[in-house]
Structure formats: structure tokens, C-alpha cells
Nanobody, 118 residues
Framework: VQLQASGGGLVQPGGSLRLSCAASGNIFSIYTMGWYRQAPGKQRELVAGISSGGSTTYTDSVKGRFTISRDNAKNTVYLQMNSLKSEDTAVYYC?????????????WGQGTLVTVSS
């Protein structure tokens, strides 16, 4: 199983970016999917999560600005980021709980860098 993240880049404050993360491999089911981020010198934190049924959760600092969604047919999770701030600068990682013939465990994508700067 692999998680391939994309969509990061350089954006000015107030701008928008959309991250995508596609899971591939011999997948039986995908349960919770989420996005984490790690800024320089800080611990990795959960940004947003979405259950297989579509329930969502967000860290307080992104509520009202970020939206997480998923396309179960494509095994893909998205993070729409609007009104970006400099403090959103970080490497963003996708994560998913995935069931395969070997059992269920969580998988991580490779990370995509988001830089918010003028």
C-alpha cells in the first residue's frame, strides 16, 4: 500500500491550495483518513480527519478555513486550504487506516511542503 500526496507549494498569505492524497495497492477497506502537519521545530499535529462515513474533525486553528473531503471510489482524501496564513507553513502528511489481507494498520504519505509567504 502506498499513499501519494501532492498539491503543496508556495502561496501568498490569504491564498489557497488543495492537497490530494491517493492510496493504492491491494486495499480491502479504508477507514479514517487525515492530514497532519509538522512545522520546523514543532511536533507533528493533526490538522483534519474524516471517517469512512464522512464525519470530520479539525484542529481549532484551521476551523472555517480548511475543508477535508474524500472520494471513496478513488481512495483519495483532499484538503482544501483557504485564507492561508504564515503559521500554516509546514510539511503536510496524509494518513489512513487501511485494511489489507495482512490486517489493518495506519499508513503515511511522503509529505508535501506548504509554504505561505509573501
Amino acid at each position: 500500500v502506498q499513499l501519494q500526496a501532492s498539491g503543496g507549494g508556495l502561496v501568498q498569505p490569504g491564498g489557497s491550495l488543495r492537497l490530494s492524497c491517493a492510496a493504492s495497492g491491494n486495499i480491502f477497506s479504508i477507514y479514517t483518513m487525515g492530514w497532519y502537519r509538522q512545522a520546523p521545530g514543532k511536533q507533528r499535529e493533526l490538522v483534519a480527519g474524516i471517517s469512512s462515513g464522512g464525519s470530520t474533525t479539525y484542529t481549532d486553528s484551521v476551523k472555517g478555513r480548511f475543508t477535508i473531503s474524500r472520494d471513496n471510489a478513488k481512495n483519495t482524501v483532499y484538503l482544501q486550504m483557504n485564507s492561508l496564513k504564515s503559521e500554516d507553513t509546514a510539511v503536510y502528511y496524509c494518513n489512513a487506516d487501511i485494511s489489507t489481507r495482512s490486517g489493518t494498520r495506519d499508513y503515511w504519505g511522503q509529505g508535501t511542503l506548504v509554504t505561505v509567504s509573501s
